[in-house]
């Protein structure tokens, strides 16, 4: 979800409509292309949706979108190693700054994005699948 082209200080208008504010923003800021990765996760509005309300009714967590997404990613880590591996991640935001649109249910609701799981079966069993 970025690009060389649209490195930092040369952003281009956000092509991408999205509640999870901040993320596919189609660009490498310049900490990032320090970065080694492994590899990627995609992750949908939806799945941030879900996992936010997930964690905030179990584990009493009020997290943003970025925290959501970053949760939805180590989740699918998880899935694709399997048991017997410690995963982390960073909970980077709260949920405070996202009232208008993360947290508002008539906005989710607008855009077929108000949270129905129970669990995290949204996320399904992606053991096979791995990153890009």
Request: overall charge neutral.
């Amino acid at each position: 979800m970025y690009s060389k082209e649209e490195a930092e200080g040369k952003r281009l208008k956000n092509p991408f409509d999205t509640v999870t504010e901040g993320i596919g923003i189609n660009r490498l800021t310049q900490n990032f292309t320090m970065a080694k990765l492994d590899g990627a996760f995609r992750g949908t509005d939806k799945e941030a949706v879900e996992m936010s309300r997930f964690l905030l009714k179990n584990d009493g967590l009020f997290l943003g979108s970025s925290s959501a997404m970053n949760c939805v990613g180590a989740v699918r880590v998880a899935q694709t190693l399997g048991p017997g591996h410690t995963i982390v991640t960073i909970l980077c935001d709260s949920g405070m700054r996202h009232l208008s649109k993360f947290y508002d249910n008539e906005y989710l609701d607008r855009y077929g994005l108000a949270p129905t799981a129970t669990g995290l079966e949204f996320l399904g069993n992606n053991r096979d699948k791995k990153p890009t």
